[in-house]
């Protein structure tokens, strides 16, 4: 790790050799997946998982997810129920998170489910993250990239303005297509949704074939990016706003006078993947105060109104 910056790696053979070098060696990387930038570390290795805590500044009572390559990897990690093997084997590699009973021989890094007995575990569908995961052959822990509290990256130069020179490298794959994290469900017992992310939840109810519990009580600290404050941009933010007032920039959604727009075509997945570059961006604009239109609540709408709302929450 150099004082100044980390190396920024390439998406080809010889970059993600390096990548899975650093990673064997105890090193962070960052890497891009179909939702976010994760920040990986070789989830067996207590130090190489202290070091992302350190980088991110993250609380430490916040669990990891594992990166795997396949159900197979997953499997030697967890114990599946038949509900979440139907729900892997539809949606992976794809931006769900399966939580799990840890496997009593699983090589996991107690840091890892911060003492928890499951594991929150997924299958990336991105070609660098697979590939990665291929060459380096074990389970990668891997929080989003961002210092902790602040909004998740969504390109290398978000990962490098935020933790640049704290951890080894990144690798360069682009912009994440899909934009926001992956959607979480708690598969010990009857399954239940802990946060709403990539998949969205009428999909899940479609493979189940029944309505998804949601989580029973939002302040229990094991649920996903529970801390109110996360994703929040530096301004003061307002939801549903249907213009902006005097002082405010708009954040808009849909066909209207917007300073930035997440879709004007209203177009929810175009939005869920612009979401993270235009909260960094209201900061790049030194936006105080924040006005974000009315977003449909369904599909991803729920992902996203769930992060908009987290990013209002007083701090
Ligand atoms: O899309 C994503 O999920 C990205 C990419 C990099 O994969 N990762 C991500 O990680 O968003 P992170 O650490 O920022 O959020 C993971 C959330 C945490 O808030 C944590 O509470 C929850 O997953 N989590 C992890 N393991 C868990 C477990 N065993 N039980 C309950 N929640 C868990
Ligand atoms: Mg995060």
Request: charged fraction near 15%.
């Amino acid at each position: 790790m150099t004082d100044e910056h980390s190396l920024m790696l390439q998406p080809d053979v010889a970059g993600l050799e390096k990548a899975a070098a650093l990673l064997a060696g105890g090193g962070l990387v960052s890497f891009p997946t179909e939702t976010v930038y994760g920040l990986g570390a070789d989830a067996r290795n207590d130090t190489a998982v202290a070091k992302i805590f350190a980088a991110k500044g993250r609380p430490s009572f916040n669990p990891l997810i594992v990166h795997v390559a396949d159900l197979a990897g997953a499997e030697t990690f967890c114990v599946f129920n038949d509900t979440a093997r139907a729900l892997a084997q539809a949606f992976w590699p794809g931006a769900l998170t399966l939580v799990l009973p840890l496997r009593a021989d699983a090589a996991v890094s107690q840091l890892v489910t911060a003492g928890l007995g499951t594991l929150g575990v997924r299958v990336p569908d991105h070609p660098v993250a697979l590939g990665l995961l291929a060459r380096f052959g074990g389970p990668v822990a891997a929080p989003s990239a961002n210092p902790s509290g602040r909004i998740s990256p969504t390109t290398a130069a978000h990962v490098a303005a935020g933790l640049g020179g704290r951890i080894d490298a990144i690798v360069d794959g682009g912009a994440c297509p899909v934009g926001v994290e992956s959607t979480i469900v708690n598969c010990v017992g009857e399954p239940a949704l802990l946060r709403a992310g990539g998949i969205p939840l009428e999909a899940l109810e479609a493979c189940l074939g029944r309505p998804l519990a949601r989580l029973a009580d939002p302040a229990v600290p094991t649920a996903p990016g529970q801390l109110e404050s996360h994703y929040a941009p530096r301004g003061k933010v307002r939801l549903n706003a249907p213009y902006a007032e005097e002082g405010e920039v708009l954040l808009g959604f849909g066909p209207v006078d917007a300073d930035l727009n997440l879709s004007a075509a209203g177009d929810l997945t175009e939005a869920a993947a612009r979401l993270f570059a235009c909260l960094h961006q209201l900061d790049a604009m030194g936006a105080e105060r924040i006005a974000v239109s009315p977003i449909p609540d369904h599909g991803l709408g729920q992902a996203i109104n769930d992060r908009l709302k987290r990013a209002a929450a007083p701090r």
